[in-house]
């Protein structure tokens, strides 16, 4: 028998959980929960129904975990405590400095309702996130460092095409190449906003647009790019759909750290994801957290839950005899 | 209060053990046990006691965690089963195909007793099997390729210094890098042993030795060298002091794997290590995993754990709260 899933949200990341279950053998899709007409929603796996968001509740017993797959500024803050009174709940909020208020909020709903909510699931906050606590607890003197990209931001994308002039854009994050290898060489260096990471942006102007303000505009617009090396190639619409559709990420965790006598040994951890798609590839760590939300509950578990609190073994799908006498 | 360690068995990995409780200051050193005449084994800390592994019983009520830093081949077969009767214990076993049976028996002594026995501690196997299992449930649909060094490998330099007419010698394992850039690549090459890493050799020869035939004794002898390229340099005994007398190690755990509509999404996760050295790094890892043991206990756990069982939450010092706060 396997977990019976339901999405509600049904974007790049909804779709990415829909792929993801494909995959699992041991889950499937039993409903998409959306805001929009039902009717108008199309979903690529056949048989399973598409229902209004508004008639969850109806469908709860036909559920056993439910993934999130809103947005981390309006839905999920909503969204994770709302339905963690019906379902145990698997999200992305991503939000860092918004964790602990989230957490409370799912916290208490899951309670209540005896249910698991498992929360800031995906790469950063999540699989990074594990790697900087494994390296702060084998290598408590030393330093940690994240680095993001080669990829896609969003909200930097979003910021290029509202200045004045710009009908379409795109923006890279690139972490800088020489300053990856400082750390990783162990010399604990204190890196600027400026030295860690450059910023790189495709625009398509508008016709007869003023090409040199736009460039000066997006390159001192405070918060987003007037601490970084910015760099603004002008493209065609053609150029940005062929060559920049996909939304590609990834980035660097390094621990370095000291251990022996008068802390004269270095060592170095580093974990570094390439990802063709940054929602298919958070999508899928989604998956395996649902896994794990269906089995602690399973277990008489309730509350909310992070990437810190689960032990790995819940994730996977083979019985902990398989993983000791394979994986480990 | 702090957590009470023991450490039996004081080389280079009980030493460690005790440089990595000095930078934990929830961990305190409260004995160390040998199997030599204690009064001959002089330790670091002041004011602890070296007793005889004889007398552990005496002592078991003034420890709260026993790190096991003897070897897999020998002696944790036997002590790990043997201690868990008296303490919550935490090993390094790393023969991986005997680990089921090593489980199994540590795991019947440690329920018996009331305690906690985690083992396979380290880094291969533990970090990397770690992010082994994270791997295969984040991208179900994907391949494994583990590779070691560049570091010593005990074993290799034990078998040079086994060739007749050789005086002493070190081995480093060295991984081939462009068939770590193959599979990063995501091409998920299937690599033959001699394609993965490569083997050099520092050899100290005896006065008037044959080194024509050393260096083909060495490059021959089956399962250590004769299945990979293997480079030989002969050295004086100054040299091999002077330039190879670190134990360090490291290496690589690579997943790649597809996701999306036809898998034509490619993803690859990579981790690696490169530890100054092997077994002060070990020494790390046991500590974070004996803060995890004496926890675990608190609230009434009992039986042996591997790394994939325990919730990363129990490695670190901060409580949940910090570390949502900090690290997620």
């Known amino acids: 028998m396997s977990i019976r899933i339901g999405i509600l949200g049904y974007g790049n990341l909804g779709k990415g959980v829909e792929y993801a279950i494909a995959q699992n053998d041991d889950l499937s899709l039993k409903a998409v929960f959306t805001r929009r007409d039902p009717s108008t929603v ?7 129904p598409v229902y209004s ?36 709940v698997v999200d992305s ?3 860092h400095a918004r964790i602990p208020e989230h957490f409370a909020n799912v916290d208490k709903a899951a309670k209540e309702a005896g249910k698991v909510g498992i929360i800031s699931i995906g790469w950063d906050p999540g699989l990074f996130s594990l790697i900087r606590m494994y390296g702060n607890a084998v290598l408590p003197e030393g330093n940690d460092y994240t680095f993001w990209g080669k990829g896609v931001s969003q909200g930097h994308s979003d910021a290029i095409r509202r200045v004045k002039g710009v009908k379409n854009g795109k923006q890279y994050t690139i972490p800088v190449e020489s300053a990856l290898e400082r750390v990783r060489s162990g010399e604990n260096p204190t890196l600027t906003t400026r030295e860690k990471h450059t910023r790189e942006c495709f625009v398509v102007p508008e016709e007869g647009a003023d090409l040199a303000q736009i460039e000066k505009d997006i390159k ?3 918060n987003y790019f ?4 910015t760099t603004v190639h002008f493209i065609t619409e053609e150029e ?5 559709s996909g939304i590609p990420h990834g980035g660097f965790v390094i621990r370095t750290g000291t251990t022996g006598e008068n802390n004269q040994t270095k060592h170095t951890i580093e974990f570094n994801l390439k990802l063709g798609s940054n929602p298919e590839f958070t999508s899928s760590v ?11 509950n399973a277990e008489g578990v309730t509350g909310c839950k992070t990437i810190f609190d689960i032990a790995p073994a819940y994730l996977c799908k083979q019985n902990p005899d398989e993983l000791r006498a394979h994986l480990l």
């Open 286 to 296: 989604l998956c395996a957290f649902a896994r794990a939300a269906y089995r602690l």
């Open 220 to 222: 001192t617009m405070p």
């Open 93 to 95: 909020f991503d939000t």
């Open 240 to 244: 940005l759909i062929k060559n920049h």
């Open 42 to 48: 199309k979903i690529m796996t056949k048989d399973v």
């Open 53 to 88: 968001v508004n008639d969850a509740a109806a469908h709860a017993s036909e559920i056993d975990v439910l993934i999130l797959c809103g947005g981390s500024a309006n839905d999920l803050p909503v969204q994770t405590p709302e339905f963690a009174k019906l379902f145990n």
């Open 226 to 229: 007037s601490d970084y090396d």
